[in-house]
């Protein structure tokens, strides 16, 4: 019977909502949206510090808030739901939000870096570029600090997105996820040209992306009655809702998996899903292209494991020969593509589609190890990429003005500064995969899970692209170390300390989580003793009411 | 007459929402090509909430509704930037990021 | 009946213990002593340089009197006790593989060791004048000693293994001494050539232990020989050829034999020692050590007769040949080599014969090495016959111990060539039927070219008008030169006799190489028919060389001479074969590799990348920077969406 | 107990951090000194230079070296020779009568999710491996000394890499779990990727350093496949669980075993370097430093054949029979065609590389003959080809630092004014031909026979290459010591008391192993006796009749023993 007949019932007894299990959403939420107000109140000169303390301290309290969580959660179950069952809280959920939210701090420190006086944002967007009164607000030192509460949105719905628990409320996190993102896409401060660019390619692809996204949930509402992902699991199993039990719903189901599918693989960036990443990644500001080549890919992939783990676990291998080939295209092309980049954030950002092509792996592995490796490898490469973008920021042009895009003015930077160009080099060596960094972990983690699956061939595809990818990588490390610098070579402006600290931090967590994994892997991950499913040890109660306790 | 009509009218309006995505140069036409695939998705909801007989589909129409709106907002701001440098709104126009 | 006449090999042999007898039990010290001087000069520099030389000669008179102490103790032994194995160490040993560094002394190996010994003495001694003003004597010195320890190895191991290791010792000697003057680079070449030839045959002798251990379980020559009764022909065959080849590379004999002729580029005491007297004759130790084996192998033991009649005929052709007297006397030495092989190749029967010969060739060969080292010496080291002459008068000594030498070569009658090549000849007419007349005629004809080309060798040297280059003042050499030819002559003259008389040698080698029925019989000798023929070849031979060399003045550059003479002179085109089969499409060969490893495989590779670089080129076209492009590749994938899914329907 | 194994590998890796710690002078030098140094060094990088270049090294060297170059040298080879002192305290207490199973055995648990320990032990083969390894590095580092021509660092990091290297190596021999051997063999990769590309010789020294990570890691990256099937199916990464009937991998059907087989067999090959895949190798060892190619060739190329014996031979018993032929086929062309290229080479240390080629022929006919006497030949050649190869490149690294060349054609009687020099190189290349009296004869003869024993075609085509190996050492002996002296070569200085002492503990070495080789047979040959054992049955179905009886009764009678 469904549940929604007796709607008014509820009316009079209004769902309990554990505001404990939101706190950690409902305080980002409220610190972006009194950056909003901050901006309207604040006098210009103090606004900039109180933001960035008001972020960091939004993002450290949601951060204790979810370690605080893990120990009120139920221990007999996977996890609960909560506000009536539109999200989800486990440890799965908790692990993807705690990621989020570090590396998310880790990548303020990178967007509040300034140099003399200014950060890498337009000092104000709506100017006209080369146009006077743009010189003018140069001069007159204007920023955007209206960065800071768009980078709390964004979070709020990168939070959201791998732990919500219908489709409804998924589509609203990507949104309220993608549209800051849009914004801050645009802002860079040099080279402004490419960076409205950037975002216009970003805003309308990404707005295409979600209304295949918003159909796909259309069709599985049709054919499952419902949009909360436990009642979906369970159609799946019965074959649709009733109106159904013919056993006709079955296109259904697969045009909705399909459509849902392709609005995720896009944020993900899977071939052919991908051409907006090279783009975007180029003409963001760096920071930004951090922020999202870290979080936001991690919320994607946690938003994309759920829908196929839980609502859509029953019919896996209705959609698994679709990710096969999804997750070939996506390390082949886009590892092939890469080889021929010159541009350093390009690579970076085709390196990004190769590693995404690898966590499908684990994917399509469909198995709790398979769960645990993706979650591993994402944390892992979350940091190390942070850590790429923080050098790529230093690496700047001799008159000292933008960054240096072209690899190839690169030649000698190994000889000039042995310390920034061999932080890059492990950055790169965890990228290809070489032991004693975090990640040969996270590729053995997906691979391990992968062929234990019966995957194998997709792994051999997986070893020979990351082949591929070495190439480039060592590339990179060939015009740093083994080149004599032409001319004077690129400058690297003295880090500061936030960007520094991002570096350091890169470091210390690709060696960390490279030479000592166990910690994370055995008390963090969700391990196969629970059941093999995935869906073991992620929540999946059909009944809204379970959030309450 | 059977619901299912409106499921394909839906189907059909998403697709030509799509397709004037590809075809239209316009940033404005195009945006509002995404426009009518999410209202498609909106006939859709609804059509299927008629066919459930609940009214969970009616109320997600509202919320896209909303997050549509929003869209809006941000994704009309970022084509007047751009159209403010380059004169234009043609997407055509903006292709510095490539290969 | 090869296992009985080998009685002490194959049952096991004693054990000599050191309550045994000292003496035979420090047998290592044979080979201890040579090798210590060469380490030491070597490791030693410079500081050396004073006394090297004689410590290097004393070391080597040591050696030989250790010899001629367990000669004695062996002689005081019953003659089927005089096998003794004496190991020293185990060396290496793998799962039922055993090599150890044993010794074995018995008859054979001692009369080796005592030819080695002795004859590397005097020329350590002879070198000592030889080398005096070279620089690099304490080098030389060294290198001796090198090779009198390696020729001791070969001589005394006691398994087939160890025996390789001194094979190939004395061929890295070899290598060094020829290649003494290295800056000169024929030198060079030569020193190399004859380094690789001898490494084709010793792959041979490789690969016949390689045989030896997997058929017949053993490498050590006793538990070889005991297997050899239950083993196939075939493998028989197979090993005694391959050991044949390890034969012709050290004996230089055909197909082999190219490197023997360039290795005169060494400084004569070198050719004396080492191309005349004792590692060439490597070859002939071989195959009468392996005797059972080749008993086994009738085959093997024709190959090994005819590989030897035609050497010699060879040899003796080519030497006929020569203006330079040493690559003459190289011919000879081939000759005379291919002369015991083939006496080898009769089996018990030769074996006698053969070593005799071999001992007596030792002496008279060095004898006449050293005699025309003292001529070079005389000339500036010119080696042109055609400019030498009338010598007689000014080097007395000289030409008396060359003559005896020679009139030794020869074979004339009751001197030492003589005896023991009369008793090959009469070994090879023994086998009888044609087999043996074959033989015995290709011994004979052998006989006479001898006789032919060292009269020659002598008339143009010593006799005749002088014809000698301006600014060349001949004079005898001093005596540390000279004594030891002497000496050698004295050898030349009497040790035929000593040996063969009442069958001494004979009867002392009797339990090595198996009883064998024949004796020796001076009148016979002079009466039988082949005897006489012997004889009368020799004349004719001596009588030829007079009429040409003697009788008219020898013209001072060599005329172009007929078809046999020039190729004769060229070695009989021995070069010209080994460059035209081996050498040319070798290097075309290695050409060809280098193309391959260039264009295929690493093609193979680079093609790769490429590839890889071109398609990502190509899959970056697709980036247009079209945003509605963007957005078709997404509709594209999601009919690759689509089709993937619909797979289920 | 010691955890000797540990100590071993962590003193290097100290000392590496140590030399790493130290104050950088080299970079405090003005741009002007910079820009001339960098002229010199330029010059210097020219492969052939001429003899100028190894005047114009100095003033490069000097200007940048600074102090903390000389101690770092004085550091590592500190470092070095103390971790030799330790590797040879624990080889003194190896218990040699249990010499096949591992001893100085420790297990800790390290990534548990994934069954992962840090697991180190050594039976006879690691242990001698490893010794050789200890004795190689301390030599490398003396003769790299004067080698430091690096104007940004004066060569410090190289000598850094050469302990990290070094501790690497130690770990990858001592490794009892798959994975931990696996992180050594790929992370070994690294160090060697920056000495060859980053402190090589010539202009292609970066080409070279890429072509060798990339061959290397592509073979790595298959074996990964395979070491995480062996893990799937065996359920455990410790060597000891896997081996044996009662492991879950032996009971795995044949054609998963051959899949595995080959995915460990390609990396190995690739290491080894086997034919066709050597092709990396010629151009890294021309491309890098001599002391570079001394561990590269002399060490690391043998992780591959050691894996072959080790994990190929001992995982998959079920795959060897199958694989026999091939692997022997490979070998033979490798011998060959390694030693025919060689003859054609005119670079000496590309010639060496080779060389190399055809000798890791014979070591992999060795192993493949799956005979008592071939297996105990090829572990022992891997050892007698890392001091002989090692020297042979040390001397080649000599020449070089006089001439600034390793061409071939830019030498000739060198004899005449460097005898001691050539005398050396002389022995060291007669040792590369195998001959009898020095280290390598004893390994050679050894695979001969076994290889026989097992099937005579291979063994006789394989005796060839001994005439092969004749010509192309002599050859280049010929070529670049005797001869009249070349002009430009007159002044050449002999060898320097510090060279010597660099290349004597080595031909002591050869020599001794060539006269007295079996105290470390003793050590190998129970440790080969197990693989023997998985190969014989193969064996019999491979080889015919006549020869496999024989070698059969040997294998028994050396049991007997």
């Known amino acids: ?549 | 007459m059977d619901p299912m009509n409106y499921i394909v009218l839906a189907a059909l309006l998403f697709t030509i929402g799509a397709v004037g995505v590809l075809l239209r140069r316009n940033a404005i036409i195009v945006f509002m090509c995404v426009e009518l695939m999410l209202n498609a998705c909106n006939l859709a909801f609804v059509a299927f909430a008629r066919m459930h007989g609940d009214i969970e589909g009616q109320v997600i129409a509202f919320f896209v509704m909303v997050v549509a709106a929003a869209e809006v907002v941000v994704g009309l701001a970022i084509i007047m930037q751009i159209f403010r440098t380059r004169r234009s709104a043609s997407l055509d126009d903006a292709n510095l990021l490539k290969y | 009946m090869a296992v009985t006449s080998h009685a002490y090999l194959a049952a096991d042999p004693a054990v000599a213990t050191a309550a045994d007898s000292a003496v035979l039990s420090g047998a290592w010290l044979l080979i201890a002593l040579p090798l210590a001087g060469a380490a030491i000069l070597l490791l030693g520099g410079r500081h050396t340089d004073k006394w090297g030389h004689w410590l290097a000669t004393a070391l080597p008179v040591a050696s030989f009197a250790w010899a001629l102490l367990v000669l004695f103790d062996l002689l005081g032994r019953a003659p089927d006790a005089r096998g003794v194995s004496v190991p020293v160490y185990q060396w290496f040993s793998v799962g039922g593989f055993e090599a150890g560094v044993d010794l074995l002394v018995d008859p054979l190996s001692i009369s080796f060791v005592l030819l080695i010994t002795f004859v590397g003495s005097l020329i350590h001694v002879y070198s000592v004048g030889y080398m005096a003003e070279d620089p690099g004597r304490r080098r030389f010195f060294a290198y001796l000693n090198l090779f009198v320890a390696a020729m001791l190895v070969l001589v005394l191991a006691d398994n087939f293994v160890l025996l390789f290791l001194g094979w190939e010792g004395v061929g890295l000697a070899s290598y060094l001494l020829i290649g003494f003057w290295q800056y000169k680079p024929s030198a060079a070449v030569a020193a190399k050539k004859a380094f690789l030839i001898n490494r084709v045959g010793d792959m041979g002798l490789l690969i016949a232990i390689m045989i030896m251990f997997s058929a017949l379980g053993a490498v050590s020559f006793s538990d070889v020989f005991a297997a050899v009764p239950g083993a196939s022909d075939g493998v028989l065959l197979a090993i005694g050829l391959l050991l044949l080849l390890g034969a012709c590379g050290k004996s230089a004999q055909l197909p082999l034999q190219a490197w023997l002729l360039d290795a005169m580029e060494g400084p004569t005491p070198v050719s004396a020692l080492i191309h005349a007297a004792t590692m060439v004759t490597a070859g002939v130790y071989l195959i009468v050590r392996a005797g059972p084996v080749f008993e086994g192998a009738p085959v093997a033991q024709t190959a090994v007769t005819v590989v030897g009649a035609a050497t010699m005929l060879a040899g003796g052709i080519i030497a006929s040949a020569k203006d330079d007297i040493k690559k003459s006397l190289a011919g000879s030495t081939m000759s005379q080599i291919g002369m015991m092989v083939l006496a080898a190749g009769l089996g018990p029967v030769g074996y006698v014969a053969a070593i005799a010969h071999l001992v007596t060739h030792g002496f008279f060969k060095a004898g006449l090495f050293l005699g025309a080292g003292s001529v070079m010496h005389a000339m500036n080291d010119g080696v042109n016959m055609r400019r030498y002459g009338g010598l007689a008068r000014v080097m007395p000594v000289t030409f008396a111990t060359f003559g005896l030498g020679y009139l030794a070569i020869i074979g004339f009658p009751l001197l030492s060539g003589w005896w023991t090549k009369e008793s090959i000849i009469s070994a090879a007419f023994g086998v009888g039927g044609t087999e043996g007349m074959v033989l015995g005629t290709a011994v004979i004809a052998g006989a006479g070219l001898t006789a032919f080309y060292m009269s020659r060798m002598v008339f143009m040297t010593f006799l005749g008008g002088k014809r000698w280059d301006e600014g060349v003042h001949p004079h005898e050499s001093p005596v540390s030169m000279t004594a030891p030819m002497v000496v050698l002559a004295i050898g030349s003259v009497a040790l035929g006799a000593f040996l063969t008389l009442g069958d001494r040698f004979a009867g002392f080698l009797a339990p090595a190489t198996g009883a064998h029925p024949h004796h020796f019989d001076v009148a016979h000798a002079f009466t039988s028919p082949y005897g006489l023929a012997a004889l009368g070849v020799m004349v004719v031979g001596v009588a030829a060389a007079w009429a040409v060399y003697l009788r008219k003045p020898v013209a001072t550059t060599a005329p172009k001479g007929n078809l046999v003479t020039v190729a004769a002179s060229r070695e009989l085109y021995g070069n010209e074969i080994n460059e035209g089969l081996l050498m040319r499409p070798g290097q075309a060969l290695t050409g060809a590799l280098l193309l391959i490893e260039d264009k295929v495989i690493d093609g193979a590779v680079n093609g790769l990348g490429a590839g890889v670089l071109d398609s990502s080129k190509g899959l970056g076209r697709a980036q247009t920077g079209f945003a509605r492009t963007y957005a078709l590749t997404m509709l594209f994938g999601a009919v690759v969406v689509a089709a993937t899914l619909a797979v289920r329907l | 107990m010691i955890p000797w194994l540990t100590i071993a590998i962590a003193l290097p890796a100290v000392g590496a951090a140590l030399v790493w710690a130290l104050p950088r002078t080299a970079a405090k030098a003005s741009p002007a000194r910079a820009a001339r140094t960098a002229e010199a060094g330029g010059a210097a990088e020219a492969p052939a230079g001429g003899g100028g270049v190894a005047t114009a090294v100095r003033p490069a060297t000097t200007a940048a070296g600074g102090g903390s170059a000389e101690t770092a040298k004085r550091i590592t080879l500190g470092f070095s020779i103390a971790t030799l002192l330790v590797v040879a305290a624990m080889a003194l207490r190896f218990d040699t009568s249990r010499a096949a199973s591992l001893q100085f055995e420790e297990v800790h648990p390290w990534i548990q999710r994934f069954g992962v320990h840090y697991a180190v032990g050594v039976d006879g083969i690691a242990l001698v491996l490893i010794l050789m390894s200890a004795v190689l590095v301390p030599l490398v580092v003396l003769a790299a000394w004067n080698e430091h021509d690096d104007r940004f660092d004066g060569g410090r990091g190289y000598f850094a890499l050469i302990l990290v290297l070094e501790a690497m190596m130690i770990g990858v021999f001592a490794a009892t779990d798959v994975f931990l051997f696996y992180v050594f063999f790929e992370a070994m990769l690294i160090p060697v990727y920056f000495m060859i590309g980053r402190y090589g010789r010539g202009d292609g020294r970066s080409a070279a350093a890429v072509k060798f990570l990339l061959y290397s890691l592509a073979g790595g990256l298959v074996m990964l496949v395979s070491v995480i099937g062996v893990y799937v199916i065996g359920g455990s990464f410790l060597w000891t669980d896997l081996v044996g009937e009662g492991s879950a991998l032996a009971a795995v059907d044949p054609a998963t075993a051959r899949w595995l087989f080959l995915g460990f067999f390609i990396a190995f090959a690739i290491k080894a370097p086997m034919w066709p895949v050597h092709t990396w190798l010629p151009s890294a060892a021309g491309a890098s430093r001599p002391g570079t190619a001394v561990l590269l060739v002399g060490v690391l190329d043998k992780v591959g054949t050691y894996g072959m014996m080790r994990y190929c031979l001992e995982l998959f018993p079920a795959a060897v029979s199958w694989f026999v032929w091939p692997v022997v086929g490979l070998s033979l062309v490798s011998i060959i065609y390694g030693a025919i290229l060689a003859i054609g080479q005119n670079d000496m240390m590309r010639l060496v590389a080779y060389t190399s080629v055809s000798h890791f022929g014979f070591i992999t006919l060795g192993i493949f003959a799956l005979t008592a006497q071939g297996q105990a030949g090829a572990a022992l050649y891997m050892v007698n080809h890392g001091f002989a190869t090692g020297a042979l490149f040390l001397i080649v690294g000599f020449l070089v630092a006089r001439r600034g060349s390793s061409l071939i054609s830019d030498y000739g009687g060198v004899q005449r004014v460097a005898p001691k020099l050539a005398g050396v190189f002389l022995v060291t290349g007669l040792a590369g031909l195998a001959l009898p009296g020095l280290a390598p004869f004893v390994s050679e003869f050894l695979v001969f026979v076994g290889v026989y024993a097992f099937h005579p075609a291979p063994a006789v085509v394989a005796a060839v290459g001994v005439v092969l190996a004749a010509l192309y050492i002599l050859w280049m002996y010929q070529r670049t010591m005797n001869g009249p002296t070349k002009e430009g070569l007159t002044g050449l200085r002999d060898l320097s008391a510090r060279e010597t002492w660099a290349v004597a503990p080595l031909l002591a070495l050869i020599l001794v192993l060539g006269l007295y080789p079996q105290p470390v047979l003793d050590v190998i040959n129970p440790a080969v006796e197990r693989t023997v054992g998985i190969g014989s049955g193969t064996a019999d179905a491979a080889a015919d009749g006549g020869s496999e009886g024989a070698s059969g009764t040997q294998e028994e009678e050396g049991d007997a023993e």
């Not at chain 1, 849009?182 to 692809?205: D, H, M, T």
């Not at chain 1, 590693?355 to 499908?360: E, I, K, Q, S």
């Not at chain 1, 892992?380 to 001799?398: I, K, S």
Request: hydrophobic residues 55%.
């Open chain 1, 1 to 549: 019977m469904i549940p929604h007949m007796d709607l008014p019932v509820i009316t009079e007894t209004p769902p309990n909502i554990d505001w404990w299990l939101l706190a950690p959403l409902a305080t980002v939420f409220a610190a972006g949206v009194l950056g909003v107000l901050f901006e309207a109140f604040v006098p210009k000169g103090r606004r900039r510090g109180i933001q960035i303390g008001l972020a960091v301290l939004a993002l450290l309290a949601a951060f204790v808030l979810l370690v605080l969580q893990v120990g009120s959660l139920p221990a007999d179950e996977s996890g609960v739901t909560v506000a009536a069952g539109v999200l989800a809280v486990d440890r799965t959920v908790i692990f993807f939000q705690g990621t989020i939210t570090v590396l998310a701090l880790v990548s303020l420190l990178l967007i509040s870096e300034r140099r003399d006086g200014r950060d890498a944002f337009a000092a104000q967007a709506a100017t006209v570029p080369g146009s006077e009164e743009e010189r003018a607000h140069i001069m007159a030192g204007s920023q955007h600090t209206e960065v800071y509460p768009l980078v709390l949105f964004a979070v709020l719905g990168m939070l959201m997105f791998p732990a919500s628990n219908d489709f409804l409320t998924m589509f609203i996190a990507l949104e309220v996820m993608s549209l800051p993102l849009y914004l801050l896409c645009g802002l860079a401060r040099r080279r402004r040209l490419f960076s409205q660019e950037a975002a216009v390619k970003y805003f309308l692809l990404g707005a295409f992306s979600s209304a295949f996204f918003l159909f796909g949930a259309a069709m599985v509402y049709g054919y499952a009655g419902s949009v909360n992902f436990g009642e979906i699991r369970l159609a799946v199993e019965a074959g649709g809702a009733e109106i159904f039990r013919g056993g006709d719903g079955e296109p259904l189901l697969l045009m909705g998996i399909g459509l849902v599918a392709i609005g995720l693989l896009f944020k993900v960036g899977a071939v052919p899903f991908h051409n907006w990443k090279p783009d975007v990644y180029q003409g963001a500001p760096t920071p930004i292209t951090a922020l999202m080549a870290s979080c936001t890919l991690v919320a994607a992939f946690g938003a994309l494991l759920r829908v196929f783990f839980v609502p859509f676990g029953g019919s896996a291998e209705s959609w698994q020969p679709m990710l096969w080939v999804v997750a070939v295209l996506t390390m082949v092309v886009a590892a092939v593509i890469a080889v021929t980049q010159r541009d350093v954030k390009r690579l970076l950002a085709y390196s990004s589609v190769v590693h995404a092509g690898f966590v499908l792996t684990a994917v399509v592995a469909g198995s709790t190890d398979g769960l645990a490796g993706a979650m591993f490898y994402l944390a892992a490469y979350g940091f190390t990429t942070l850590g790429a973008f923080a050098v790529v920021t230093l690496v700047r042009t001799r008159d000292g003005g933008q960054e240096l895009g072209d690899l190839d003015r690169w030649a000698g930077l190994g000889r000039r500064s042995p310390a920034l160009a061999g932080a890059l080099a492990l950055f790169l060596l965890a990228f290809a995969g070489i032991p004693l960094t975090s990640g040969f972990i996270g590729k053995f983690a997906v691979f391990e899970a992968a062929v234990a699956a019966g995957a194998t061939p997709l792994v051999v595809v997986g070893v020979l692209s990351s082949a591929v990818t070495a190439f480039f990588y060592v590339r990179i490390i060939v015009v740093m170390f083994f080149r004599d610098p032409e001319g004077e070579g690129p400058t690297v402006v003295r880090a500061g300390a936030a960007t520094g600290g991002v570096i350091v931090i890169g470091v210390a967590a690709t060696l960390l989580l490279g030479l000592y994994p166990g910690p994370v892997l055995d008390h963090l991950l969700p391990s196969s003793e629970a059941g093999s499913e995935p869906v073991a040890v992620m929540v999946d109660q059909a009944s809204t009411e379970t959030g309450a306790k």
